[in-house]
């Protein structure tokens, strides 16, 4: 078989699911183990396979964290455009995600921090003060719904499939 | 009180595998690899347009035939997939189901003392609707040497002057067995010597893997002696919707479409207006199915061959089809045991025929997670009762 249809093929199972081992993918796309492991190293080398992080819904722990949007205006830089805003801004820990946007601004930046306190002191103390940084705009997320594609709340769940049909 | 059933029905054996079956659904926790419908939710953009229907009142009858957008998207499925020119005004009508549509071509064809021709181990239904139609079925037992492929030879075998009529159930429930373009040949040759009709159930044609459904009703000169039976139910996730259709030649659509026009009026309105959506915008949807069923059939075959199992590859449907010989039960036993044993169901070849006999029929149409906590009570059993 060759690599494309593999390497789609892990990343098509990986993507919802990233537990499965190897010993599971080589079954499940009709390969070897050692292929499986050749091909993820390969796609995490080439950044394809960024990471492996699990999807937390922390609203059902006890921990509170709260997560923000904040839309950012720079003034591009010469050279180097967006990017080296950008990185200024992806290097804190703080910041979960940074997206360059078309439209009205320029950045989307995802926080998160455990109070609204806390991402308010950053926004004011760290991105807005940041050179080449214009404005921001901050909005609080109230709730999760969906992420990566995975449902957060516990559907109510009463389909019922038969056991057994012919 | 005079005797109010007729002698007819009352002949019909109701499935043998009947009195297993409400065992099974009595034991709340079994887990089952069972079924013969996809795991997956019907796609959200196909549920989507039905709500949207009923919010904007469409909650009356359509025309007996069904909706004319609905025809015309299926005249259009046929020619893209299948290479099958139908016209929708005449040649197309939609059902409730494709079970309407096997029970509606046998009795639009049959009359008293006609044969059909039913390859088995197959879906439970052709043949009490052969007797319905008063028809007399004739069966052809399909064999693992040949991977359960329909063959000529066999019916050189069976066939008589009184033979009208072969089924051709492939992709295949239960033993997942596909007829390439090239098994096919000598069927279509075969049909064409002797002036016989096919209905080609074709439910499963979108579950092929590595290789496309090939219709039978493509062949030169098949067409206009086919009914290609098709559907919504496995190819789009859309059991409960209860929608399928027929393609054929007017001459014989015409006559079922009397039948269903008396009998059922309608297919559901709700369930026709999703439809239009499943075939403008799921082929996608069907892909990623497609390609998820794939997955589990390799992890399953691999699995099972790795217990020991005895199990030819299946390139159709969502089933494997392993031999359970060696155990020395018959199938109903296996399948009695491994369900008291292990709370896991599964089920006996036998419920397809009596040439499932030394078989189970195990679906994939459950999540890999699910498959692997199955296989390890089968794993459990097997080590139990293995010689």
Known sequence: ?166 | MRNPLSEKIVQIQPSGIRKFFDIVSEMKDAISLGVGEPDFDTPWHIREEGIYSLEKGRTFYTSNAGLKELKEEIARYMKRRFELLYNPNGEIYVTVGGSEAIDGALRAMLDSGDEVIIPQPCYVSYEPCVILADGVPVIVELKEENEFKLKREQLESVVTDKTKILVMPFPNNPTGAIMTKEDLTEIAEFVLEHDLFVISDEIYSELTYGTNHVSIASFPNMRERTIVINGFSKSYAMTGWRLGYACGPKLIIDQMLKIHQFAIMCAPTTSQYAAVDALRNGDEDVKNMRNAYDRRRKFLIKALRDMGFKCFEPFGAFYVFPSIKEFGMSSEDFAQTLLNEEKLAVVPGTAFGNCGEGFLRISYAYSIEDLKNALERMKHFIERHRK
């Open chain 1, 1 to 166: 078989m060759n690599k494309e249809v593999i390497d789609k093929g892990i990343l098509d199972v990986i993507g919802k699911n990233s537990r499965f081992s190897s010993e599971d993918l080589a079954a499940m796309l009709g390969t070897d183990e050692k292929t499986i492991e050749n091909e993820i190293k390969s796609m995490e080398d080439n950044k394809i396979i960024c990471g492996y992080p699990a999807l937390i819904n922390w609203d059902n722990t006890d921990n509170e964290m709260v997560t923000a949007l904040i839309e950012v205006n720079v003034t591009p830089q010469r050279d180097m455009g967006f990017n080296k805003v950008a990185e200024r801004i992806y290097k804190f820990e703080e910041v979960e995600s940074v997206y360059l946007m078309s439209g009205d601004f320029d950045l989307t930046v995802i926080i998160q921090g455990r109070s609204m306190k806390e991402v308010a002191m950053f926004v004011s103390e760290k991105l807005s003060t940041l050179e080449y940084v214009n404005s921001t705009a901050t909005y609080f997320v109230m709730k999760k719904y969906k992420e990566h594609g995975i449902i957060m709340e516990k559907e109510h769940d009463d389909k019922e499939r038969m056991l057994v049909t012919p």
